[in-house]
């Protein structure tokens, strides 16, 4: 019926963060006053063109066709002319190609859950990254890799196995980790190995934590449906993950002891990657998420920035000139 007293602290402390991060960022290019921001929205000043003008958060209301015309004018091009253009993906390709020549730095996206296996278009598969990894880093044109994370987390045995990879890589050549809208629990743990770890303000990441979870419908099956079931088996577990029945306690506490010995490695790795004690990362872990922003003043990520300082730093770590 609500949030645990816990869960309420983490939301709005990750909130206000972004809230933050939202009214710094229009104060340097719109209306210089956070309070004044703050007060707009607070009492929904500007809830129509006019009103947004009034306030100074648009610059101007017009049609499409007087915005044509505008930049025909600013451009130069005659009023009875095209304007030549071009949509945001072609765009983004001209300029994603910073460095050329022989010595080349690689840019590897991890999008998606993690999970054991093959990649494909949802979730980041240990297998095909791993694979992707080793032969980036077996590469000698390839002088630094920057690990480009989107995602949630997923499979901790998979997401082990791409951290070794990522270890390996930053034994042999430079690895930044660049944070997309995500890179918590799993993609934290993917990060962690890398050299040095960019993150935007508003990503969400953190989530140093481990769970398993078992679903019972004993009391749906039974109380609601009047399905019963029965069982013949050749051990004690050997229906374990059965959802016609909850865990037994043994069987609660071997799942809660398999979880509390992961969670110790995922700390104890943390904190040998991130160069803090194992108390240190405990004291921000516990699944809990972090902001960018704040991430950084835990000591969890180094830089505040995009896809574009991570390659930076690449390429200075790689000793490349631009």
């Known amino acids: 019926t609500e949030m645990s007293d816990e869960s309420r602290a983490q939301t709005k402390l990750l909130l206000n963060s972004f809230y933050a991060t939202y009214l ?8 210089p006053d956070e309070s004044k921001l703050a007060n707009i929205a607070d009492s929904m000043l500007a809830t129509t063109a ?6 100074e958060l ?3 209301t ?7 015309e505008e930049l025909k004018f600013r451009t130069d091009v005659d009023s009875a002319g095209k304007i030549k253009s071009v949509s945001l993906n072609p765009y983004l390709t001209s300029t994603s190609s910073l460095y050329d020549g022989s ?3 690689a840019v590897v996206f ?8 093959k990649t494909n278009m949802e979730n980041i598969g240990s297998e095909s990254l791993s694979k992707q990894l080793r032969k980036l880093r077996q590469d000698d044109r390839i002088k630094a890799v920057v690990l480009r994370i989107n995602s949630p987390g997923g499979s901790s045995l998979a997401s082990d196995v791409i951290w070794r990879e990522v270890m390996m890589t930053s034994e ?3 690895i930044i980790a660049s944070m997309s809208d995500l890179a918590a629990s799993g993609g934290y743990y993917i990060a962690m190995a890398c050299d040095s770890i960019v993150a935007q303000p508003m990503t969400v990441t953190g989530s140093i934590g481990v769970y398993s979870m078992h679903f019972s419908a004993k009391e749906l099956l039974e109380n609601k449906l009047g ?10 577990l050997s229906d374990i993950f059965t959802v016609a029945r909850p865990f037994t306690e043994y069987e609660k506490n071997m799942f809660q002891k398999s979880a509390e010995q992961t969670y110790d490695t995922f700390l104890n790795k943390a904190a040998h990657g991130r160069n803090l004690t194992y108390e240190q990362v405990d004291a921000v872990g516990g699944g809990r998420v972090w902001s960018g922003t704040q991430a950084k003043t835990h000591g969890l990520v180094d830089v505040i920035g995009g896809l574009d300082e991570a390659i930076e730093i690449a390429a200075k770590a790689a000793e490349l000139e631009q």
């Open 62 to 68: 017009k049609y499409f066709d007087q915005v044509i």
């Open 172 to 174: 042999v050549k430079p």
């Open 103 to 105: 010595e080349r730095i």
């Open 50 to 55: 006019k009103k947004a003008l009034k306030y």
């Open 58 to 60: 648009i610059t101007d």
């Open 227 to 236: 399905i019963t079931t029965d069982v013949v088996k050749t051990g004690l």
């Open 24 to 31: 710094e960022d229009i104060a340097r290019t719109r209306v």
């Open 110 to 117: 991890a999008d998606g859950e993690i999970v054991n296996g």
